[in-house]
């Protein structure tokens, strides 16, 4: 099965800062990569996703990367603000799939 | 539209009690997912079903058991509870179709077994 790993497992970077989040997959048939972002107390939400027909995409100050032929995908967050501290997940999954595999999670503090 | 519900926020458990999570989406979503929570280790999928009546076993079923008799529920059931159960358990649905329809969180669920 597929198999994501994440890194860092924690970033600290100061407001206004760029914030890079990587993750790697192992499963050649995943098209599919979103990223969730997780609140405290809070179950994630969607925040951006890639399909595999596509590089980049951007979001106002998020963008998502893709590298099939490494397979490995990255989470690129721009003037970071104090509001951005979550822990984020990646996860990969064919257009078809029904299930997510997520990554192990990243902790983002944004100090002020 | 609440979303996804989750009862209860917080249960303690002994070793060996049963209990039973329950989840709620009002958006008439087919498909519904158990996952549990552990540090460093992100979500992992328990159990999921793509529909009334229909369930299928995730990455971790072990111990635990589910059933939906209503399209709207997800029930998760655990026998006899482990210290090593002891998780953040999060529900979640999403519309009929790929990966590509986004799957909805509820709030969680911190479940401490003693």
């Known amino acids: 099965g597929e198999n994501v790993e994440q890194h860092p497992s924690t970033l600290s970077v100061q407001e206004g800062d760029s914030a890079v989040i990587k993750c790697t997959y192992s499963?050649?048939?995943?098209?599919?990569f979103p990223w969730y972002k997780q609140e405290l107390g809070k179950g994630p939400q969607l925040i951006i996703d890639?399909?595999?027909?596509?590089g980049e995409k951007k979001d106002q100050r998020i963008a998502v990367t893709l590298n099939k032929t490494a397979k490995h995908f990255s989470l690129h967050i721009t003037e970071t603000q104090p509001e951005d501290s979550a822990v984020y997940f990646c996860?990969?999954?064919?257009?078809?799939?029904?299930?997510?595999?997520f990554g192990g999670g990243t902790r983002l503090m944004v100090k002020p | 539209n609440a979303g996804v519900t989750q009862t209860p926020k917080f249960r303690v458990l002994k070793t060996g009690q049963s209990m039973t999570l329950l989840c709620a989406q009002d958006?008439?979503?087919?498909?519904m997912y158990w996952y549990r929570q552990d540090p460093g280790m992100g979500l992992r999928l328990i159990h999921y079903?793509?529909?009334?009546?229909?369930?299928a076993k995730g990455e971790v079923p072990d111990g635990y058991n589910v059933s939906r008799l209503k399209k709207q529920n997800f029930l998760l059931g655990l026998e006899s509870a482990a210290p090593s159960q002891t998780s953040v358990y999060f529900c979640?649905?999403?519309?009929?179709?790929?990966?590509?329809?986004?799957?909805?969180f509820g709030p969680g669920t911190r479940l401490l077994v003693l």
């Open positions: 979640a649905s999403k519309r009929i179709g790929g990966a590509q329809e986004t799957q909805y």
């Open positions: 499963d050649s048939a995943s098209n599919y």
């Open positions: 890639i399909r595999s027909n596509v």
């Open positions: 996860a990969a999954s064919t257009y078809a799939g029904n299930m997510l595999t």
């Open positions: 958006m008439n979503h087919e498909y």
């Open positions: 079903s793509v529909g009334e009546g229909t369930t």
